[in-house]
């Protein structure tokens, strides 16, 4: 390598290092960039070589903490992150920043506009429901097609499973309403965002690390979109209330236009958020999972109190054994998103003791609820709905069981976290086979019922 | 020379402006010019001089402007503005003051320092004198 590339090299290396303070804008590195250029050649000028030159110019600029920290008393907004749209300023490449804006827009348009043809081609609930997701996911991976430039080949390989998928939906003779439909409406998203975590990973879906990209992804979408939802609900009720006042109804534009463009558009939307401008919800997911899960510990050991205090579990209804797969569900979100959001590296201290806590009050609450549902099993015998139930209530007990393990094991300090975080990302597509599972075998299983 | 932090602070701001107001001009001409007018004698760390400049700009006493530099990168300039000026002014005339004050401070103190000295050398003169 010559000593002019390894100089580029060099200070490519710098600028990434530099980028890692939040205080110091990408504008700035390029000042300081410059400046670190100038630097370096006048330096050579003088007869250093350009390693020596570079070596001496990054000592001149200074401690970058101390630099950050001066830098970040000058611009404390900057701390806080704020969501900037497209860069301000004359950037070089300003172009790429409003040709992103109009993808973005324009796939959320289609995707409202899949969604309406949808909804205008099948009249009855039930299409809808299969096909909705079906219309929006096409737009969200063909963001990340375009975004990660993934390859064609990928992307053909995704659309056998797609199309297959479509189909079982739309041609199984499903009895209308029926629970095998249901079950299948259900789960067909689980598959449908696999095949977009492995667009949103560019293929490289074996891989451990952009996995656990994905799933930190998934839940900063969430927040996204329970964002924009909201702020979206104030907007529309402020404009149903004032357009009441003189006699109009938004109603039926409501149901027929603006829903079938504001949800899937909002989650086209809140991908591209999430993509913009990643930090936003770094700052928060520690936030989140640090308030939620000593709140979710007391829920649980509250439930489990009421649980036991009952009497009587093979009584209980059905709807509990759903609730508490949702309650699992919940807490393996909370898990995931706080070992997504950790620093492996940092030693073990009491928040990962809370988790402990947290993911054992949710085990001895399923063990309770899988009696329950156990006796439900032997006495009234299987149905689709119990052994759906059943199914996700076992997968979520060996992920939760496994990751208690594992964190228990690192409390101790005979495990590093990242077996914890491996563990996480190896399971997470077992999700994906079973909702597909269920949706491909359910139907002929129990005669479409 | 080692500078006091606190000094390099608050004499940094001037500097500049004074700088500035010979023209306008970017953050690495910037710093020469400093160690070209103190004969190499003042060396600030390079990259404090940058969050110096977006507070100057925020304050409004200067103006940047983004423009490319030979080797056609983007490159940062900044011009005084006349709020700048006036800001210059003021701080000119109060460290002319403090410059003085301490002139002739150090002056005295260095006019009775030589008496001392000197005093003891020649009693009898300073007593008939007296």
């Known amino acids: ?449 | 020379m080692r500078f006091d932090k606190d000094l390099v602070a608050a004499s940094a701001t001037p500097l500049v402006l004074g700088i500035l107001a010979e023209g306008e001009s970017y953050g690495y001409a910037i710093l020469k010019r400093v160690t070209e007018l103190s004969g190499g004698r003042m060396q600030w760390t390079d990259g404090m001089l940058y969050p110096l400049l977006h507070r100057l700009e925020r304050l409004g006493l200067v103006v940047a402007t983004w423009g490319t530099s030979e080797a056609g990168r983007r490159r940062k300039h900044y011009a005084l503005t006349p709020a700048g000026r006036e800001a210059l002014a003021e701080r000119q005339e109060q460290w002319s003051v403090v410059a003085d004050v301490l002139q002739q401070a150090w002056d005295s103190a260095r006019r009775s320092a030589q008496q001392a000295a000197q005093a003891p050398a020649r009693p009898a003169v300073a007593e008939g004198w007296a």
């Open chain 1, 1 to 449: 390598m010559g000593s002019r590339e390894r100089l580029e090299a060099q200070i490519d290396q710098w600028r990434s290092y530099v980028q890692r303070h939040r205080a110091i804008s990408p504008a700035d590195v390029d000042e300081m960039e410059d400046h670190l250029r100038g630097r370096v050649s006048d330096l050579a000028a003088t007869g250093l070589d350009d390693d020596e030159a570079f070596l001496v110019a990054v000592r001149r600029m200074g401690n970058l903490d101390a630099v950050s920290r001066e830098f970040a008393r000058e611009h404390s907004e900057r701390l806080w992150k704020q969501l900037v749209l497209v860069p301000e300023g004359p950037a070089p490449g300003s172009g790429p920043a409003w040709r992103e804006l109009a993808v973005v827009l324009a796939l959320a348009v289609g995707a409202g506009i899949a969604v309406k043809v949808a909804l205008a081609a099948f009249d009855t609930d039930s299409a809808l429901l299969r096909n909705v997701p079906l219309m929006t996911a096409p737009f969200l991976a063909a963001y990340f097609v375009w975004k990660r430039r993934v390859a064609w080949r990928v992307v053909a390989a995704l659309l056998v499973p797609y199309a297959l998928l479509a189909v079982v939906l739309n041609v199984y003779p499903y009895v209308d309403t029926g629970s095998t439909l249901v079950l299948a409406a259900i789960h067909a998203p689980v598959v449908l965002w696999a095949l977009v975590g492995v667009v949103y990973v560019g293929g490289r879906w074996r891989d451990q690390d952009p996995r656990m990209d994905f799933a930190r992804f998934t839940g900063e979408l969430v927040v996204y979109v329970t964002l924009l939802a909201i702020g979206g609900g104030v907007l529309l009720g402020l404009t149903a209330a004032t357009l009441s006042l003189v006699g109009m109804d938004i109603e039926p534009a409501m149901e027929s236009w603006i829903m079938p463009f504001a949800v899937p558009g909002a989650v086209v939307v809140g991908a591209w958020l999430v993509e913009a401008k990643q930090d936003v919800v770094e700052n928060i997911a520690p936030v989140l999972t640090r308030v939620f899960t000593p709140l979710t510990t007391v829920m649980l050991l509250v439930t489990l109190v009421v649980l036991l205090g009952a009497g009587g579990l093979a009584d209980v209804e059905r709807e509990l054994l759903i609730l508490m797969d949702a309650i699992l569900v919940l807490v393996l979100c909370l898990l995931l998103y706080s070992v997504s959001a950790r620093d492996s590296l940092a030693r073990p201290g009491w928040f990962d003791g809370l988790q402990l806590v947290l993911v054992a009050a949710a085990l001895a609450v399923d063990a309770v609820a899988l009696t329950a549902m156990l006796t439900r099993i032997a006495e009234f015998g299987f149905s689709p709905n119990k052994v759906a139930a059943l199914g996700l209530n076992l997968l979520l007990l060996v992920h939760l069981a496994r990751s208690g393990l594992l964190l228990l094991g690192f409390l101790r300090e005979r495990q590093p976290f990242g077996a914890l975080v491996r563990w996480q990302t190896r399971f997470l597509p077992v999700y994906a086979v079973w909702a597909a599972l269920v949706v491909v075998a359910f139907g002929p299983v129990f005669g479409f019922a």
